[in-house]
């Protein structure tokens, strides 16, 4: 399935198929991400029932702590 990543048209590989194994595959913590598909943005709950789909439009935004 090819989808637009962040701004990046990228193949994912056919064992993804929900939101949830996109952000295991690329090792990102689902408590501190916000995940938007399509111009929605997705509850944590969402993450693993949300099915991606081909020529999907998904932004990830993680946040990284400091001070």
Known sequence: MNVLL??????LPDKIVLVSDLLQHYEIHEKH????V????????NHQ???LSDKDRI???HFVGGG
Request: net charge negative; proline share 0%.
């Open 38 to 45: 399509n111009g929605d943005i997705l509850t944590s709950a």
């Open 59 to 61: 932004e990830i935004v």
């Open 33 to 36: 991400v916000v995940v938007e």
């Open 49 to 51: 029932s949300t099915r």
């Open 6 to 11: 962040n701004g990046e048209s990228i193949q």
